[in-house]
């Protein structure tokens, strides 16, 4: 792994934007193209969300995905985004084996894939986890509310928190992550009064998914913001591109002109050289 750049996205750099009221753009990335387009963007933050399970691999759920491909994912994202803050996202197999197999995972994603920092999803349970990694002296991002990793089916995405009591569980396990050492929180699919309070018993940086506007940064699914998916985005997804109509236009277009003898036509032949004279 290539020392980190110069000017690459600090997590001090991210708690000033916090206190300056500077709202923090984070999206998932889990290739190289993606990532190099979303630095150029701007991008502060990127993720290797395990959600490339259900984006790119198609399964119904995130628990399947592997370690392995993570890493080698995350690998072309940061050659893709040498500057961006960047976060790998622990997989369900990294986490239900306990805090060792955890920190072993958190460890490859710095060492491997150049991280900045790992996310997990943690259940009210999971503080000694939490706390393990963070010992591990590796920079940890709580993922609470809605936790993808419990979702066995594409049906079963639900948002959470959405009356009191379930509010102040969320706020004592916001507090419980950073008494544990957590860097940042996520909040996923949760209203934004639940976000509010949030905010208001934390210090650190937290950073919504369809969370409200009341965070210091928001995070999406960027195949969900490009338009490619092929199950209608959560309520909270903009989608400022239609791609998918896009790629599929061309992809005919190519199946109809090989068909059709048009393709390739003489501008895509190689000329034979010209024989000596
Ligand atoms: O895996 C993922 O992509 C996530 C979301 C927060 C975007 O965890």
Known sequence: MSPPSAGRVTLDALRRRKAAGERIAMLTAYDYPTARRAQAAGVDMLLIGDSLGTVLLGHPNTRSVPLELMLMLGEAVRRGAPDVYLVGDLPYESLSRGPAVAVAAAQRFRDAAG???????????????????????????????????????????????????????????????????????????????????????????????????????????????????????????????????????????????????????????????????
């Open 115 to 277: 991280c900045d920092a790992v996310k997990l999803e943690a259940g009210p349970e999971d503080q000694p986890l939490v706390a393990a990694v963070v010992a591990a002296g590796i920079a940890t991002i709580a993922h609470l509310g809605l936790r993808p990793q419990q979702v066995l089916t594409p049906d079963g995405y639900r948002a959470q928190a959405r009356d009191a009591a379930a509010v102040a569980t969320l706020v004592a396990q916001a507090r419980q992550m950073c008494a544990a050492g957590a860097v940042m929180l996520l909040l996923e699919a949760v209203p934004d009064e639940a976000s509010r309070a949030v905010m208001a018993a934390v210090d650190v940086p937290v950073i919504g998914c369809g969370a409200g506007a009341a965070c210091d940064g928001h995070v999406l699914v960027t195949q969900d913001l490009l338009g490619l998916g092929f199950t209608r985005p959560p309520r909270f997804v903009p989608v400022l591109a239609e791609l998918g109509p896009l790629i599929d236009a061309a992809l005919r277009q190519y199946v109809e002109a090989v068909r059709a003898g048009t393709y390739p036509g003489p501008e895509h032949a190689y000329p034979m050289k010209s024989p000596r004279a």
